[in-house]
Each structure stands twice: as C-alpha cells, then as structure tokens.
C-alpha cells in the first residue's frame, strides 16, 4: 500500500503549456529561490563544479545545481556536513541544490558494487573500505546535506542489458525502496523528495512503474535509467511515454541527459528539468558550445581566430571588456587547451552558460507559442543541411506535431 502523501518544501506553477508540442513553462519555487523551468543544472559532483567558484556559478545564472550523495558521503562524510551545517555553508552556495542518491554509481562504479535488498555495498574508489549504502542511509545523507530536492536511492542498471528479469526487478525494488525513502526522510517540510522512473527501454515496465510511483505522490518526479548508451529513439520513446503519464502539476526532470539537441527534444515531450557533466567535462577537452555546434577549440585552425567564443554570448569569458566581461578569443582558449587549466576554466563557464541560456530562450518561446519555430530555428543553426539532421531528432519531434524537415 502507498504511503500517505508527504509534506512539500516546494511549489510549482504552471505558466504556459505549446499548443503544439507538450512544452511546458513553470515556476518551482524551493527553499533557496525560485527556479524558472525548463531548465539545466550544472552538476557539482564533489560539492564543486570542477574548475568554477560559487561566484562565477552564480554570475551564470544557475540557481539549481547538483551535488553527489555517495562522493559526498566519503568525503567530507557526514560528520563533516553536520558539525558545518550542511551543503550550502560548506560551499558557499546561496541558491538551490539537487543531490543525486548514489543510486548511479550502481553503473558508473559497478566493479565495486553489489546490490541486495538491503542495499548497494560498494568498495571506496578513495581507499578501497567497505561502504553500504540502503535507502535509510542514502536519506539520512541527504539530510545531512540538506539539499532542497532529494532523490530516492533506487536499483539502476543499464538500459542496454539484455537481461529483462532484472530489468523488471530492478523497477519493483526501486518502488519498495521508494517507500522506504519515504520512511526515512526526516525533514519534508524543507526537502522535497522526487520518485525515480525506472523500467529501461521496456515501456511496459515503464508504465507499470509511472502508476507505482505516482501513487506515492513524491512533490517532483524523475525519469531517470537513461543516458547509459540507448539509442535515441529509445530514449525519446521513453521519455514520451512517461511524461504522458505524469501529473501536469509536478515537476519532471530527466536524469543525467545534456547534450544540447537532447534538452531542445526533451523539452518537446514534456521534460522540465535536465542535468549533465558535459559542459565542463567538454571544456577540459577543449570544446566549445555554441548554437553552430560544438567546436574543438584545439584545433590549429583557431590559433589566430581573435573572435570570442561564440559572438553574441553574454557570458564572461565572452562578453567584451567594454562590457564587464574579460573578451577571451577563441585563439586564447587554443592557446590554453591543454597547457594551462585556465583554458579549461574558461570554456567551463561559457558552456554552462551556454545550456542555461539555451533553456531561458526555450522557456520565452513556450511562454510566447513559439516552440515548433524555435525549435525549428535550433536545428536549423546546427544543421543548414537539413537532410543531416539526426534522424531520431525528425522522429521524435514528428510525433509531437513538429516536422524538422518541411518547410
């Protein structure tokens, strides 16, 4: 039987809805400030972005961002977040924090791992001790962090296993640790707790376990599983056939997805929030986002391209001195890359700028009934030659009313 309904440490409100494609705009309102979705959350695993301060996290706009359970737990340890008074004090964040259960590490570290009923029994990637991670303890982390959305540990395997019987108990066990989530959590008052979606690439499962969780009533609910190597039809297929099922009136967030054209989709079927390392694991590779693409500003070819990273950017590194910016040109960056982490730094700001700015003009186009042509304009800038488009893009908009390819 499902638990009674929980307390709310959040609100959400629905300002506009595509009259095309499931597009929504909204408001969630949580304990440090509001949040305008869609949006992008920069992922700060270790209680950090790797290679940006809170000052210049802050400067970009990011009012969510994510922290890591199971890293956090190992170090500092939760001793450490209870004597300084959680999360936000211990990195001087002022604004919003999702963390992450540990539940993923399931994949990323499955060497070390072994699931149970009981649990995920890891072996430290620091030092090689023996940690064991239950739904309870997961929680009681979380606590300790005090993060404003919370996830519930639950069974992740990768969708590309063959292996449906575990697939499918993988999806049941994660509804019974859910309420044991539930059970556990201390403080709903002041932070909210979202389900996790699971069932692969089987839509049955995924069914099955939408009614499930739903049922729990969680103040927010994840999609989460995906981002594991599926194809992308899968993927959109997925994520369509959840958020169709989903209450209007709860945020819904996409887990671990962040490629640019993948938001701009998600968005399309119903998605309202998105997380991914890639802007700054793609900046210490040297690449760049911009609305033509992804340039790898490595390459020889812009050892004398004095233009700024993408022209138009508002972000720091972008923006002219005349402006408050620092005016950094691509030749720079190629300058850097590779040699000094300054490089790496800078084009870590510019991306997650990138992404977050790329979900406020999605945001003003849904709020304005321009998505299709917004969207149409996205692809567009990435693709002049429209017959290279990724087919699963034309496919997956196609069945919410938007065609990529006529005119």
Same mark, same amino acid.
């Given at each position: ?50 290679? =940006? ?26 001793? =450490? ?30 060497? *070390? ?9 890891? *072996? ?39 292996? *449906? ?13 859910? &309420? ?52 992308? &039809? ?5 994520? &369509? ?23 701009? =989709? ?38 004398? &391209? ?68 917004? =969207? ?27 065609? *990529?390819?006529?005119?």
């Amino acid at each position: 039987m499902a638990p009674n309904p929980m307390p709310s440490a959040l609100t959400f409100e629905l300002i506009a809805k595509c009259s095309v494609t499931k597009a929504r705009a909204s408001l969630l309102t949580l304990p440090h400030g509001p949040v305008q979705l869609p949006v992008f959350m920069p992922v700060g695993t270790q209680a950090t972005l790797k290679g =940006v301060t809170p000052e210049q996290l802050e400067g970009t706009g990011c009012r969510l961002c994510l922290n890591n359970t199971y890293h956090l737990g190992l170090k500092p340890g939760q001793a =450490v977040l209870d004597a300084v008074g959680g999360a936000h004090k211990f990195q001087s964040w002022p604004h919003n924090i999702l963390t992450d259960s540990g539940g993923f590490q399931m994949v990323s570290l499955l060497e *070390l791992a072994k699931v149970t009923e009981e649990g995920v029994r890891f *072996l430290s990637p620091h030092d090689g001790s023996p940690m064991l991670l239950t739904p309870e303890h997961s929680i009681s982390l979380q606590n300790s962090i005090g993060s404003d959305i919370m996830m519930q540990l639950d069974d992740v395997i990768a969708t590309t296993s063959p292996d *449906l019987a575990r697939m499918e108990e993988a999806m049941h066990r994660s509804v019974r640790w859910l &309420d044991r989530c539930i059970a556990a959590h201390k403080y709903p008052e002041r932070q909210s707790l979202f389900c996790i979606i699971q069932g692969g690439l089987n839509l049955e499962l995924r069914r099955e376990c939408c009614r499930e969780m739903v049922a729990r009533d969680t103040p927010g609910i994840a999609i989460g599983g995906l981002s594991g190597g599926e194809e992308k &039809d899968s993927y959109c297929r997925v994520v &369509d056939t959840c958020t169709g099922l989903l209450p209007e009136m709860k945020p819904r967030y996409v887990m671990g997805v962040g490629y640019p054209e993948d938001l701009v =989709v998600s968005v399309a079927l119903g998605a309202d929030m998105f997380d991914c390392v890639w802007p700054t694991r793609t900046a210490r590779w040297g690449n760049a986002a911009t609305s033509s693409g992804t340039l790898n500003l490595k390459h020889g070819n812009y050892a004398n &391209d004095f233009s700024p990273i993408e022209e138009g950017c508002t972000c720091i590194s972008c923006r002219p001195k005349s402006a408050g910016g620092l005016g950094i040109s691509r030749a720079y960056i190629y300058h850097l890359a590779g040699k000094e982490t300054a490089g790496a730094h800078l084009l870590s700001i510019h991306n997650v700028h990138y992404l977050l700015a790329l979900m406020r003009s999605a945001r003003e186009a849904i709020i304005a009934d321009r998505y299709p042509q917004f =969207v149409k304009g996205f692809f567009g800038k990435l693709y002049p030659d429209r017959t290279m488009t990724p087919s699963w893009a034309v496919t997956a908009l196609r069945r919410v009313g938007v065609d *990529l390819l006529a005119d």
